[in-house]
């Protein structure tokens, strides 16, 4: 029952590079999401999908873009990495009811030097 | 737009002690309100909801919150702790809208000794 996955698990980047963290879900859920987790501050959202063919930002899309490839997978691109990007970063996944309660992934951990 | 507020950063408590982990949110709409539990090096995973009816809502390993909303509280109890308790615990709220498009509060480390 793998739920939601994420891979890498653990990347190193020089600052100006870029790279692309990728998400599935099989659970057949409608919205998915990208957070970043930074120490003392929470968890912050980065860009949701609300439904297949949909994106949005969040609270803290800059430097970030996204696409909904099909209804099970959700990636997060950087173009140009940069040390402000340093982050824990988890996707989630829930049905479309604003309810239903969010699957998290184990988190990709990222070092921009 | 919404807010969380969770003041204590971390709780240290002996087990088999009680312990009440806050969370005040603010918001200008309906709201449903949700604890998540994040274990060392792992996601986040939900603990427990309120979404409608009975303000005390449960959890299946013993934490319960209450939902407050005059003081706009959704704090996070439980009357004995053990060790396996020790995680981060983070409050979160989303309106009642179409996604959960959640805001969650920086989270409390609590911190379970012998």
């Known amino acids: 029952n793998a739920g939601v996955t994420q891979t890498p698990k653990f990347q190193v980047l020089k600052t100006g590079q870029s790279m692309t963290l990728q998400c599935a879900q099989d659970?057949?859920?409608?919205?998915m999401y990208w957070y970043r987790q930074d120490p003392g501050m929470g968890l912050r959202l980065i860009y949701y999908?609300?439904?297949?063919?949909?994106?949005d930002k969040g609270e803290v899309p800059n430097g970030y873009n996204v696409s909904r490839l099909n209804k099970r997978e959700f990636s997060l691109r950087l173009e140009s990495a940069a040390p402000s990007q340093t982050s824990v970063y988890f996707c989630?996944?829930?049905?479309?009811?604003?309810?239903?309660?969010?699957?998290f992934g184990n988190g990709t951990r990222l070092t921009v030097t | 737009a919404q807010s969380v507020t969770q003041l204590d950063s971390q709780v240290p408590v002996f087990e088999e002690a009680p312990v009440e982990l806050r969370c005040n949110y603010s918001s200008s709409v309906s709201v449903y309100l949700f604890w998540y539990v994040q274990y060392p090096n792992q996601g986040l995973q939900l603990l427990l909801k309120?979404?409608?009816?009975?303000?005390l809502v449960e959890s299946i390993n013993g934490f319960e919150a209450e939902f407050n909303k005059s003081q706009t509280s959704f704090h996070l109890r439980k009357p004995s702790v053990h060790i396996s308790d020790t995680a981060e615990y983070f409050c979160a709220v989303t309106d009642t809208g179409t996604a959960s498009k959640l805001t969650f509060g920086t989270g409390t480390r609590l911190q379970v000794t012998l």
């Open positions: 999908s609300a439904s297949e063919g949909t994106t």
């Open positions: 309120y979404l409608s009816g009975s303000t």
């Open positions: 659970m057949n859920h409608n919205s």
């Open positions: 989630a996944s829930s049905d479309r009811d604003s309810g239903s309660p969010l699957h």
